[in-house]
């Protein structure tokens, strides 16, 4: 029998905004009902059931809804119109801590943050060694939380939230806390939770999402643009994020041959608008040659998703005020910090750059991506001029363009990148000498 656990019906949620607090009174105990604020439609009309055991992931940028969605559903705010049912205790990492007192040790406080869940002091007795140990924070657990550090006090209040094993879980980018290590533990742990957990999870980590989630939601202005694959999804909330950025969106084209070619514009596409405009603060070079525009696709298709094995496709719009030879064009793939982890250029061809005349021109050049950790990365396109040995000229860097997520589905990375195993042989000794 269909029984969801969370059914979200046709809800809306409308703020009023005041410019005054004094216009609240007034608006109260006006005599013919002037309206002094300003309505917010924070969510219009969503809708969405979640079967027990699911993983629903809700993504959108800053102010598209999904707080207000998730204090709905926890029953903290009430919607304008529509209903929210709810079937199953809940556990919310809505505020890590925000009901831990400072003057109470990390001990206390976790009685008081379980007593609140509704949990007795015999069920938090039987569970407290396993928190105690989950967060990891040695003798501070009973000193009072104003002596700890903004990691230790995030890494008690994630225990605490987590150690009863809730039947509906909601997480409000709680998974981002912590070192890298203790984020680790937290993803492990929310994967075990999965089983017999129904989660829904608010992040802005594509990777979290995709790993993570059964399901994804895509709020955009207070709507649902998307329902469905979390792979879909995410690729759809980069568009958003790359639209918004570069004011464009991306142009569906063919996939190209693996090669790196230069073509007229004039026989190629008319209309760049839809391609990335490369805006001028981003570049830099004696630009003899200029990066105007610039698309990335795999497999005709713009790209915002990859994972080992596919072929990425970088056409660019160059403008050159006078004919140029042994012209050199290239990638490099930055992480989140900004060092490069991998790239090439042209000279790896082992043959000549093709002649670039004066005015506009179609460069085009294909790479495999390789396997690496599932996380975001940018590109950086350039051209130089000349021999790389000799020193040559940079005449134009495109930096950090574009933005890729990186995934492995079904596949653990166990460092930046994946070397494979060339042999593995295994051989029986029959005696061995202590020295």
Sequence with gaps: MFDPAISVRNVSKVYALYRKPIHRILEIFHPRGKKYHTPFCALDNVSF????????????????????LLQLITGIQQPTAGTVQVKGRISALLELGAGFNPEFTGRENVYLNTAIQGFSEGDT??????????????????????????????????AAAVSMQPEILIVDEALSVGDIFFQQKCMTHM???????TIVLVSHDSHSIVNLCDRVLLLENGRTIFDGDPVEGVA??????????????????????????????????????????????????VEQVVIEY?????????????QKGDLITIRLLVHATTALDELIFGYTVKDRIGNALFGENS?????????????????????????????????????????????????????????????TPNRSIHGMFNNVLESLTVRTVEHVHDR
């Design 294 to 306: 610039l698309s990335v696709t795999s497999d005709g298709k713009p790209v915002n998703m990859v």
């Design 236 to 285: 759809e909330y980069t568009k958003l994020l790359h639209d918004e950025h570069f004011s464009g969106g991306k142009k569906k084209e063919e996939r190209p041959a693996l090669s790196s070619t230069i073509a007229s514009a004039p026989n190629l596409p008319e209309d760049f608008s839809q391609w990335i405009k490369v805006p001028r603060e981003k570049r830099s070079g």
């Design 125 to 158: 007795d039987t569970r407290f060694q396993r928190i105690a140990e989950f967060a990891d924070i040695g003798e501070f657990i009973d000193r009072p939380v104003k002596t700890y550090s903004s990691g230790m006090y995030i890494r008690l209040a994630f």
């Design 49 to 68: 059931e979640l079967n027990r055991g699911q993983a629903l992931g809700i993504i959108g940028r800053n102010g598209s809804g999904k707080s207000s």
């Design 347 to 407: 000279l790896c061809l082992n043959s000549p750059v093709p002649h670039l005349e004066a005015g506009h021109s179609i460069v085009e050049y294909s790479f495999c991506w390789p396997e690496v950790y599932p996380y975001k990365y940018t590109i950086t396109v350039g051209i130089g001029q000349g021999e790389a040995a000799l020193g040559h000229v940079v005449q134009c860097w495109a930096h950090d363009i574009v933005s890729l997520t990186a995934i």
């Design 191 to 197: 994967q075990k939770m999965m089983a017999g957990c």
